[in-house]
């Protein structure tokens, strides 16, 4: 394949695009020898249109009106290998986290992860065509991952492995892209998506647990820091992205967890809301779980109340149940806001 004058294209107003395989670019056809050409507009398949070329140059004569497109796409002397026609994308054919295999698909969702997986592999292969490695593109969070020198590409299929840095908590996503060498670039792209939390904690969000609470603070209305998997307060802001507060009035206050099924719990870990280098952890709580159509108290904090700190684990018989509470009487959170639920997290194991 090799560049070639378009003027009457150009002068047409017709948009040339031309595809070349780099390696066969040198090869220049000889003079006046016939050459293979093809055409082609969008959506269409491919016309040959063998030409012979005069003084060493070829001109098409393209009219967009009977093309009806205004873009054309042309290939001189394309290698035998290639498939023109070829109108699918590469597949994904297998792929693995951590040296598990995965189940391909356009989305796989690997679920709840205590940190994420290190090393993704993928393995892509087309019925049609080569794979294009300079197409390859696999980004964490929209940030590209360095391309591995696993990549091995021969012919139909590409093998590649990329290490993954450490994640934060929350929702992570790697979405990959690659395209065969078809002059369409037929595109194959998917997404790998995980969160990256403690699996054992079964009142993560991210596990399918829902939060109900009985009030809340002016401006704390979303329940979502409740559950999200992070705690790790500075101690310089407390908001609502990171804690939730109950209503400040001097009435009982709680909050329950529900889980999407029962779950065998034996330890409920609190965060309490971090500010100013103080700890606003309750005085008085009780975990409770649900019975005959109300609750049951499985701890109860101690006569003289809990002392301050910023975490907080209450053990009790394991008990295999749907909904945990963290239940505050009135006047039992911290000494210095008596009436208020302040809390990071809640953790169910
Ligand atoms: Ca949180």
Not at 51 to 72: E, Y
Not at 84 to 99: F, K, Q, T
């Amino acid at each position: 394949m090799s560049f070639l004058t378009l003027r009457a294209a150009i002068l047409l107003g017709a948009l040339a695009l031309i595809s070349a395989v780099r390696a066969a670019q040198a090869a220049r056809p000889a003079k006046d020898a016939p050459v293979r050409t093809y055409l082609r507009v969008p959506g269409k398949p491919w016309i040959k249109t063998d030409m012979a070329p005069q003084n060493g140059v070829l001109t098409f004569h393209i009219d967009p009106r009977k093309l009806r497109s205004d873009k054309v796409m042309l290939l001189v002397n394309p290698p035998s290998s290639l498939d023109l026609n070829d109108s699918r994308s590469p597949e994904l054919a297998a792929a693995s986290a951590d040296g598990k295999a995965l189940k391909p698909g356009s989305i796989i969702d690997l679920g709840v992860m205590r940190g994420g997986p290190r090393k993704l592999t993928f393995r892509f292969r087309d019925v049609a065509n080569a794979l294009d490695p300079a197409s390859l593109s696999i980004r964490m969070d929209g940030r590209s991952l360095p391309r591995d020198r696993s990549l091995k590409a021969s012919g139909k299929i590409l093998a590649v492995s990329v290490s993954l840095p450490r994640v934060e908590w929350g929702p992570h996503r790697v979405e990959y892209r690659i395209a065969d060498m078809s002059p369409q670039a037929n595109l194959l792209h998917g997404t790998i998506r995980f969160s990256a939390q403690d699996p054992s904690n079964k009142a993560l969000a991210a596990q399918g647990a829902k939060v109900t609470v009985d009030s809340c603070f002016p401006n704390y209305e979303s329940l979502a820091a409740v559950n999200d998997g992070f705690s790790r307060l500075s101690g310089e802001s407390c908001g609502s992205d990171v804690t939730w507060a109950s209503a400040e009035t001097p009435e009982e206050h709680w909050v329950a967890v529900t889980f999407p099924a029962p779950q065998r719990i034996r330890k409920v870990t609190v965060t309490w809301a971090y500010h100013t280098h103080q700890a606003h952890s309750s005085r008085r709580i009780e975990i409770q779980i649900p019975k005959e159509g109300g609750w049951q108290s499985v701890y109860r904090s101690p006569g003289g109340g809990e002392g301050e700190s910023r975490t907080m684990t209450f053990t009790f018989p394991e008990a295999t149940t749907r909904a945990i509470r963290l239940w505050q009487p009135a006047g039992g959170g911290s000494k210095d806001r008596p009436n208020l639920l302040w809390i990071a997290e809640i953790e169910a194991r």
